[in-house]
């Protein structure tokens, strides 16, 4: 079974930085898309970025110049890079990511991590 694996969440003073990391586990033939998402207490879960496939990128606006979203194909891994965190950035974030697995030409399926905790002080 596909599994994802986050790290990197804190608790971080305002104007702070954060990096977390997203890491594939387990047996699959490639990854597609991956994003990362976040989810603050009694809101939505929302999209905060996503890289494709081609490498290309889409940034909430909240997220725009603030946070970068890359990905490493050889560690299977994708990454966010937080700045300038305030508290209103507090929330579990989670990583996605399109996978194909099984065996010949596979099916993609659509993985979640746990989460991570991101704790913005005031």
């Known amino acids: 079974q596909v599994q994802l694996l986050e790290s990197g969440g804190g608790l971080v003073q305002p104007g702070g930085s954060l990096r977390l990391s997203c890491e594939v586990s387990r047996s699959f033939i490639s990854i597609g898309n991956m994003a990362w998402y976040r989810q603050a207490p009694e809101k939505q879960r929302e999209l905060v970025a996503a890289?494709?496939?081609?490498?290309?990128?889409t940034y909430r606006d909240f997220a725009k110049g603030r946070f970068t979203i890359t990905r490493d194909r050889a560690k299977n891994a994708v990454y966010l890079q937080m700045g300038s965190l305030q508290p209103g950035d507090t929330a579990s974030y989670y990583c996605?990511?399109?996978?194909?697995?099984?065996?010949?030409?596979?099916?993609?399926?659509?993985?979640w991590g746990l989460g991570t905790e991101v704790t913005g002080s005031s």
């Open positions: 996605d990511a399109d996978i194909r697995v099984g065996k010949g030409g596979g099916t993609w399926n659509t993985y």
């Open positions: 890289v494709r496939g081609d490498g290309s990128t």
